[in-house]
Nanobody
Framework: QVQLVESGGGLVQPGGSLRLSCAAS????????MRWYRQAPGKERELVAH????????NYADSVKGRFTISRDNAKNTVFLQMNSLKPEATAVYYC????????WGKGTLVTVSS
């Protein structure tokens, strides 16, 4: 079965950096685009970043362009989200997502940006 396991969240000060990882299993990882979403308290889940199956193309929400970078290692079935210059409004639970007939989600990893 499809499994997505996020890690790397935590507490970071404004301006700091974090690198999230998502380990995938149960499907042919290299054949699917991957996405990172986030959900802040009291808000709807929003798309943060998208990467194509081979990693040749990426897209970002306007709010994170130039500060976040999505990447993947198809040999390790892992997708990453490097987050730099973090702002308090980035505080949210971050989810890894793959659409394989239906949407699959991990349990998420909490990122808190606060001084």
């Amino acid at each position: 079965q499809v499994q997505l396991v996020e890690s790397g969240g935590g507490l970071v000060q404004p301006g700091g950096s974090l690198r999230l990882s998502c380990a995938a299993s149960g499907f042919t990882f290299s054949s699917y685009a991957m996405r990172w979403y986030r959900q802040a308290p009291g808000k709807e889940r929003e798309l943060v970043a998208h990467i194509t199956s081979a990693g040749g193309s990426t897209n970002y929400a306007d709010s994170v362009k130039g500060r976040f970078t999505i990447s993947r290692d198809n040999a390790k079935n892992t997708v990453f989200l490097q987050m730099n210059s973090l702002k308090p409004e980035a505080t949210a639970v971050y989810y890894c997502n793959v659409h394989r007939y239906v949407n699959y989600w991990g349990k998420g990893t909490l990122v808190t940006v606060s001084s």
